[in-house]
């Protein structure tokens, strides 16, 4: 298998590089990429960090995949690109600073439309899309998500349409949620198919391989951003073995992996959805009342909103039964939400695109 200067022959592990665009000062912007081949043919199992360039934990876990040698009894190939955003990484925010865009919110999709003109971040975007879905079977994108927050995997809403028809998009939705149970972590469905669209998720890595490509495709929270919290890395890196073991590369978790992970499970026996919020309806700063992964009931009080003083101005409850995922900025203007919250998810997985 090749992609940009990596090239590596069954047996082999190589480390190379993707040319993406050109830069203004001379040079190309380029993706670093590691490729293993096993010695039997499987499947290919891209594994994606770094795409928010202050995700340390999901860039770090990437880069211990692999570490320097094809995995032992691997079949198929393994390609790992822990830094897909290097204008975001130089500067350790989440945007890339070309024109301060999300990168993970520009991948292809039949819906995109734009009489402006595509800016670089968007072209970058189409040509890892392409490069990904040229050779992969699975993918897995690796990031984190609020200070403080619970680690867990999410399983997109799969959409039906022009791309697939119901029943193939539920065959679809199926394999999606074999895959999401083998990487042991706790499972989150993503927003509902309206939210979905508005926050222009199907425009995420994982959001258009898996829904214009329709190849099966997770996305990894790994904690916090900005500091590598390892057992979080451990997990992740575990979670990709897993992964692996179900679609038959491996035939079972290395016994080194296996022996760092830390066990994860959900706090409640229900099905859960992302939700933002419970929304301050005045302005303050937030103090939590629970702590993440704690579960709750509807009607629970979740967080104070206390003014400069310290003085309670608003009591903000849990609007359904769920946890805390992870915490927002507690600095909290009038409006906004306060915490990004599992919440129990009785909505359908698959979805027509509309």
Wanted: net charge negative; glycine share 10%.
């Amino acid at each position: 298998m090749q992609i940009g200067t990596a090239t590596a022959e069954p047996g082999e592990l190589e480390h190379g590089y993707l040319e993406v665009t050109d830069l203004p000062t001379g040079g190309s912007e380029r993706l670093p990429v590691t490729i293993a081949c096993g010695e039997q043919t499987g499947p290919t199992l891209w594994v994606t960090g770094g795409v928010h360039g202050n995700e340390s934990t999901g860039i770090a876990a990437v880069q211990d995949v692999l570490g320097s040698s094809v995995p032992e009894g691997l079949s198929g190939t393994v390609v790992c690109m822990p830094m897909c955003n290097p204008a975001g990484i130089r500067r350790t925010n989440r945007h890339s600073y070309y024109h301060d865009d999300d990168p993970n919110r520009f991948f292809p999709a039949t819906d995109a439309g734009d009489s402006t003109g595509r800016r670089v971040q968007e072209l970058i975007d189409e040509r890892l899309y392409e490069t990904i879905v040229e050779s992969a079977d699975a993918l897995l994108d690796l990031h984190t998500a609020q200070v403080g927050s619970e680690p867990f995997v999410i399983r997109d809403r799969v959409l039906y349409g022009e791309a697939r028809t119901e029943s193939e998009a539920t065959a679809l939705a199926a394999r999606l949620e074999d895959f999401a149970r083998a990487t042991a972590l706790p499972m989150v469905n993503e927003y509902p198919a309206t939210e979905y669209a508005d926050r222009n998720l199907h425009r995420s890595n994982a959001g258009a391989v898996l829904n214009e490509a329709g190849i099966p495709a997770l996305t990894f929270e790994l904690g916090s951003h900005h500091a590598i919290e390892d057992p979080y890395r451990a997990a992740g890196v575990a979670g990709v073995y897993g992964a692996m073991v179900h679609l038959e590369m491996l035939p079972e978790m290395p016994a080194v992996v296996q022996g760092e992970t830390t066990t994860l499970e959900s706090p409640v026996s229900y099905p859960v959805r992302r939700f933002v919020g419970p929304r301050a309806s005045v302005a303050g700063f937030c103090r939590p009342q629970v702590e993440t992964g704690v579960p709750f009931e509807a009607g629970d009080a979740i967080a104070d909103i206390v003014s400069p003083h310290g003085t309670v101005r608003e009591s903000l409850e849990a609007p359904h039964d769920g946890y805390v995922l992870g915490w927002r900025a507690p600095t909290t203007y009038e409006n906004d939400a306060v915490a990004s919250l599992a919440i129990r998810d009785e909505g359908d997985l698959v979805v027509p695109r509309s």
